[in-house]
């Protein structure tokens, strides 16, 4: 039987880290022979993933330069997968999410006449503005899939109210749980030299990270006022800060945050981010992955932005929108330091984001399609 030739492709971190289980899960299957790319739209942050989960793509288009525009990085993306595609003429692509690299990579598959699976698919904010240019990105490539991914029942509606028919939506959880159930352990040894030697023993640790395009500039500045609001009000607060490498971003947190019980520190790798919100008392974040990891594990999320795509957490009631006011963001960090009832509510939330098998799901979705699989696979429930 000759096997299925499936290309993932992804470029930025958030990217690799939801892609690397299915990467691992593909390798795993002997109907598939697997062939990797990387644009590396995002190099640095991307290249300690890759080492994490120990994948060397086969391909790495390099696309990242200095304050790249979204018109040169989607072109060179376009045109850079375009020649992956003719040299491994795959079954089918695979790209992740909402960046340019889907974006583009969906793309260049449809002009291409590949067909193109969509992981993560059908979340929406119903703002084309919010997030920016996320929330289009996802739309377009919704357009462009043959194969559409959706992590909720949720996602899946969304796909269905668009005109995308049922029988190539499979519901199959977020493949981002499938990497913080293995990742967190009671004995983690960090790697950040920070992290190394800070004790967790009687604080309260925000772990934050802010750093998405349209909070750069006065809201940025907001949430770092937030931040010194709160550590001035709690004496057993300390913010755990890891800094996008962005200058836009390190031009205005660094300056800014200036406080000995706020920390600084550079990005972190993919287990010591785990690890370090397991040990947090809550997390404050504009990222989009860690609205989905933070239920995971336990603990309150509250959202940098006025409208998210990922409307099941904040239903749940582990997640809500904190926006970037700065007084509002104050507020609802010291309801959770103050009252515990409504800590524990969001706390203990239901996760609707997975269960851990969502890239096995994937991969037996994709033998569905193609024939070797006579049963289409059971849709995940949360």
Known sequence: MRKIKVLPVFGTRPDAIKMAPLIRALRECEYIDLVVCSTGQHKEMLDQVLEAFGIKPDYDLQVMKPRQTLESVTADILKGFKEVLLAEKPDLTLVHGDTNTCLSCALASFYGKVPCGHVEAGLRSFDKYLPFPEEMNRVLTGRLADLHFAPTRENKNNLLREGIGPEHIYITGNTSIDVVKNSVKPDYQFQDSFLQNYDFSNKRVISVTAHRRENIGQPLVNICNALLDTVERFDDAEVIYAVHMNPAVREIVYPTLRHERIHLIDPLGLWDMHNLMARSYMIVTDSGGLQEEGPALGKPVLVLRNETERQE???????????????????????????????????????????GNASKRIVDAILYEFDILKERPEDYHS
């Open 313 to 355: 957490a904040v239903q749940a009631g582990t997640v809500k929108l904190a926006g970037t006011d700065r007084e509002v963001i104050a507020s609802m960090i010291a309801e959770l330091m103050e009252d515990e009832k409504v800590y524990d509510r969001m706390a203990r939330a239901c996760n609707p984001y997975g269960d």
